[in-house]
């Protein structure tokens, strides 16, 4: 018995430095779960805000007869000032970096956004370039 007590008298506040660890190693898991999960939704958010505005655009169409045949007609500048109008209404500081048709059915729209970090930014402070491209087309074909 008189062992025992002697091992155990030795062995004071180690439990401590360990619990003190994981605590510390539990709150980076978080801190980067948090911060992963806010740049997905960041990117999933300029998916949307691209995939609206290539929308926008392809209903920018002129609607052109021919042989009894209605035909939409999609132009870069059509594509661009719909495309330019939606993100700047809701953008939310988003821009759009390329808006344009390349089959004058289809309209084709790319924006760029930046993502800061809510937690920890300092090692990110200028933030993360995000792109999206989305493509739609008209309806009438």
Not at 114 to 119: H, N
Not at 126 to 137: I, K, Q, V
């Amino acid at each position: 018995m008189r062992r025992w007590t002697a091992a155990a008298e030795g062995e004071e506040g180690s439990i401590l430095i360990l619990t003190i660890g994981y605590c510390l190693l539990a709150l980076v898991a978080v801190l980067v779960c948090v911060n992963a999960t806010s740049l997905y939704l960041a990117q999933k958010r300029l998916d949307a805000l691209a995939d609206a505005a290539a929308l926008a655009g392809a209903d920018g169409f002129t609607l052109v007869v021919t042989d009894a045949d209605p035909l939409a007609v999609l132009t870069d500048d059509g594509v661009a000032d719909q495309a330019g109008a939606l993100v700047a209404e809701v953008g939310g500081g988003a821009v759009v970096v390329a808006a344009g048709t390349p089959d004058g059915t289809s309209a084709r729209v790319t924006v760029a956004g930046r993502w800061y970090p809510p937690v920890v930014s300092l090692f990110v402070p200028d933030g993360l370039a995000l792109e999206a491209t989305a493509t739609s087309r008209t309806a009438l074909r």
